[in-house]
């Protein structure tokens, strides 16, 4: 990378001891590197895509499965003729 334009820092950038040395086998091994990143990372999303349809076939299951329950109300007559009769209780009211 240039940091300056003028012909001195030029020079100096370009002179042969400047290069880097563009050792093939560490270029190998870091596009290895890469290439087996890119697949893991490719493995890992697709597990996690199965883990999600997964859940959202268990949640479906769970629906067409359910069976709905019969509740009863208790209704209490006192002697005096009141009735008492169960109400949901109301969120917040304590």
């Given at each position: 990378?240039?940091?300056a334009?003028?012909k001195?820092?030029l020079?100096v ?11 093939e086998?560490?270029l190998v091994?870091l596009?290895?590197v890469?290439?087996?990143r890119?697949?893991a990372?490719?493995i890992?999303?697709g597990l996690?895509?199965i883990q999600?349809?997964a859940?959202?076939?268990?949640r479906?299951l769970?629906?067409r499965d359910?069976k ?6 208790p209704?209490?007559k ?7 009769t169960w ?7 304590d």
């Amino acid at each position: 990378m240039f940091r300056a334009l003028d012909k001195a820092s030029l020079r100096v950038a370009l002179a042969p001891s400047a290069r880097r040395n563009n050792d093939e086998g560490a270029l190998v091994r870091l596009r290895d590197v890469g290439e087996c990143r890119y697949f893991a990372e490719g493995i890992v999303n697709g597990l996690e895509a199965i883990q999600m349809l997964a859940l959202v076939i268990k949640r479906e299951l769970e629906i067409r499965d359910f069976k709905p329950n019969t509740y009863y109300v208790p209704k209490f007559k006192l002697p005096d003729g009141v009735v008492l009769t169960w109400k949901r209780r109301i969120e917040g009211a304590d």
